[in-house]
C-alpha cells in the first residue's frame, strides 16, 4: 500500500501540471497507470478498467478545479461558452458512464484515436493558414457537447483534447479556449464520478476504501500533488506564446493516438 500510494504522489505531480498547461484532466496518464497499479491492492482484473476510469473522473474534479481557478484570475474562462456547454457535456458523461461496460472497448479506443489524430492535425495545419473560422452557436455547443461527453466517458478525460481545438476552431482565443476546458473538465469529472460511483456501488470483490468504481486512497494521493502542480501549469499556459502552445498541445493529441493504438 505504500509503494502504491508513493506512485500514486509521483503521478499526481505529472498530471497537476499537465492539467494546468493544456486544460485536460490528466485521464490520459491516469487511466493506464491506475489500471498498472491496482494490482498491487487487490483490484481483481475484470473491475481495473472500471475503477481506473471512476478513479480518473474523481481526481478530474480537483486537478481541474484547481487549473480553472487559475485560469479565471488570469481571465482565461468565457463563462457564456461554458454555461451552453456544461448540461449536454454532463448529462452525456453521466449516462454513457452508466453502460460503458457495454460497448464495444476495441472498437471504441480505434474510432477515438481517428479522431484524436484528426484533431491533432487540424491543431498543427492551423498555424500555417488563415481559414475562414465557424461561427460558435448554441445548437452547434449542445451538440458537441454530448459528443465530447460520449468520447470522454470512454477513456475517463477531461475532455480538453476536444474542447479546446473545438472552441479554438470557432474563434475562441487559444488561452481563453484551454481556461473554458479546464473549468468544464471540472463538471465533466463530476458527472463521470458519481456515474461510475453508482454503477459500482454493490459491485462485490472490491477492496477497502472503494466508494463504487472510485478507489479513495489512488484519489488523495494523485490529488494531493496535483492540487498544487496545476497552478504550475496554468501559469506556463499564459506565459508561452501561442503557435507554441499549439504545437505542444498537438503534440499530446498524437501521443494520446498512440498510446490508444498499441494498447
Not at 506512485?7 to 490528466?26: D, E, K, P, Q
Request: proline share 5%; glycine share 12%; net charge positive.
Amino acid at each position: 500500500m505504500i509503494l502504491f500510494f508513493i506512485s500514486c504522489l509521483i503521478l499526481g505531480l505529472i498530471v497537476g501540471f499537465l492539467a494546468g498547461l493544456f486544460g485536460i484532466g490528466g485521464g490520459l496518464i491516469i487511466v493506464p497507470t491506475l489500471v498498472y497499479l491496482f494490482p498491487m491492492v487487490g483490484l481483481p482484473p475484470e473491475h481495473l478498467m472500471s475503477a481506473a476510469l471512476g478513479t480518473s473522473f474523481a481526481t478530474i474534479v480537483i486537478t481541474a478545479f484547481s487549473s480553472a481557478q487559475r485560469h479565471h484570475k488570469l481571465g482565461n474562462v468565457d463563462l457564456s461558452v461554458a454555461k451552453v456547454l456544461l448540461p449536454s457535456i454532463m448529462i452525456s458523461v453521466f449516462l454513457c458512464g452508466l453502460f460503458i461496460s457495454g460497448l464495444d472497448a476495441q472498437l471504441a479506443k480505434k474510432l477515438f484515436a481517428v479522431m484524436v489524430v484528426y484533431m491533432a492535425g487540424r491543431m498543427i495545419f492551423s498555424l500555417k493558414k488563415t481559414g475562414k473560422i465557424r461561427p460558435l452557436t448554441q445548437k452547434s455547443m449542445v451538440i458537441a457537447g454530448g459528443v465530447i461527453g460520449a468520447l470522454s466517458s470512454i477513456a475517463g478525460i477531461g475532455g480538453g483534447g476536444f474542447i479546446v481545438p473545438f472552441l479554438n476552431g470557432r474563434g475562441v482565443e487559444m488561452k481563453t479556449a484551454i481556461g473554458t476546458s479546464s473549468f468544464c473538465g471540472a463538471f465533466l469529472g463530476l458527472a463521470g464520478m458519481l456515474s461510475f460511483i453508482a454503477s459500482g456501488w454493490n459491485v462485490p470483490d472490491l477492496p477497502e476504501f472503494s466508494l463504487g468504481y472510485v478507489y479513495l486512497p489512488a484519489l488523495v494521493g494523485i490529488t494531493l500533488t496535483s492540487f498544487f502542480t496545476s497552478k504550475l501549469g496554468a501559469n506556463a499556459a499564459n506565459s508561452l506564446p501561442v503557435p507554441i502552445l499549439k504545437k505542444g498541445f498537438a503534440c499530446l493529441l498524437l501521443a494520446m493516438a498512440v498510446k490508444i493504438f498499441l494498447s
